[in-house]
């Protein structure tokens, strides 16, 4: 238990935090919707990313969030534990010291619950969960060697520095992956009858790669086992996978040679013989598929006739952002970190608690 306890810990903490994230982004973007950025969705994909990077990092941010608490005139601290042991002991919260220990104490009860095994409900919970678990890992696996697979078997066509070109007749719709040194695209085999298609398609997953959307996708595919359950994950990964269409969308209509009506007609095109093959219910676009695909394609013609042009207030509005997500996100981590037991107001609510016992075994004698 003692050595698992700090697993635990980290675990429960990077679960809260990915709730502060989408919490903190639902609102934020609700916000954008009513600024001039209501569709700058490359804008507002590089925002998410740096909330994201935030939550990676926001056991550092934390350790800053505290060092400058510390250094304040105040020599605060922003622990909700060491804010309401410090209110406890002014008399700002009217509790017998007992109750309020076992409150303060509740994640550790919580943890020695779900590891003592007495509780069937509990237990089940944890054997579905890791069975979730290891469905997902298998399922990363299995997509990860079809991929390699499908990479392997496919032909190379074009070569550069970084990226290769290949073409392959066992897939439908582009895709852009990496391996471990280099980059690929690979793309449909019949695309070499209609050079225009095959231009734009080049040009959505060459821009995927160079917004660096293949490691953002790797990395929520890799955390998916452990997170699968997690609202704010599915929330956070439901974002992602919006935006980073919407904006490789508007990326490369922003580049020169690149006509945005002409780029919009090839989507549509592409649906149109899609359901003139029978299959009106999924439309094999470029990364348009499934159920939903018919208003997901209609997101990504409007953003491509709505895309704002870039003015001077963008860039401040986006270190703002970052400043505000980074700021939040070190709040939110510094305040639920474990609090120390032997910090003087906890060893002072200690001997409160000990004092009551006593007083309370005295009276019962």
Not at 22 to 31: C, K, S, T
Not at 292 to 304: C, F, G, Y
Request: proline content about 4%; hydrophobic content about 50%; glycine content about 6%.
């Amino acid at each position: 238990m003692t050595a698992v306890k700090p697993v635990l810990d980290a675990y429960l903490e990077l679960n809260l935090i990915l709730g502060l994230a989408a919490l903190v982004w639902l609102v934020a973007r609700g916000i954008l919707t009513r600024t001039s950025l209501s569709h700058g969705f490359v804008t507002q994909l590089r925002a998410l990313k740096v909330l994201c990077l935030c939550v990676v990092l926001s056991p550092l941010l934390a350790l800053g969030v505290s060092v400058l608490a510390s250094h304040t005139p105040a020599k605060g601290t922003v622990a909700i534990g060491d804010i309401a042991v410090a209110a406890y002991l002014r008399g700002d919260i009217a509790m017998p010291a007992t109750q309020f220990e076992a409150l303060l104490n509740t994640r550790q009860r919580w943890a020695e619950i779900l590891f003592s095994g007495d509780y069937p409900i509990v237990l089940a919970v944890l054997v579905l969960m890791a069975l979730g678990t290891l469905a997902y890992t298998l399922r990363v696996i299995r997509d990860g060697l079809s991929i390699r697979e499908t990479v392997n078997t496919s032909f190379l066509w074009r070569q550069s520095a970084n990226v290769d070109i290949r073409l392959s007749d066992r897939i439908t719709v582009p895709f852009a992956v990496r391996g471990l040194r280099r980059r690929h695209v690979v793309l449909p085999s019949h695309l070499l009858d209609s050079p225009r298609e095959i231009r734009f398609a080049l040009a959505h997953e060459l821009q995927h790669i160079r917004a660096g959307d293949v490691e953002w996708e790797l990395g929520f595919e890799l955390l998916r086992p452990l997170l699968f359950w997690n609202p704010a994950y599915i929330v956070l990964k439901y974002q992602f996978d919006r935006l980073r269409e919407l904006a490789c969308d508007q990326s490369v209509v922003a580049r020169k040679g690149i006509d945005t009506q002409d780029y919009t007609r090839c989507l549509l095109d592409y649906c149109a013989r899609t359901v003139s093959r029978g299959s009106p219910r999924v439309l094999n676009v470029a990364l348009v598929t499934g159920g939903k695909a018919k208003r997901v394609l209609r997101q990504r013609v409007i953003a491509l006739a709505d895309a704002p042009s870039e003015n001077t207030s963008t860039p401040f509005m986006f270190l703002g952002l970052t400043v505000l997500f980074a700021l939040l996100l070190g709040l939110g981590a510094a305040s639920i970190q474990q609090t120390e037991d032997w910090s003087h107001d906890r060893l002072m609510l200690s001997t409160v608690v000990n004092l009551e016992r006593l007083e309370a075994r005295n009276q019962g004698n």
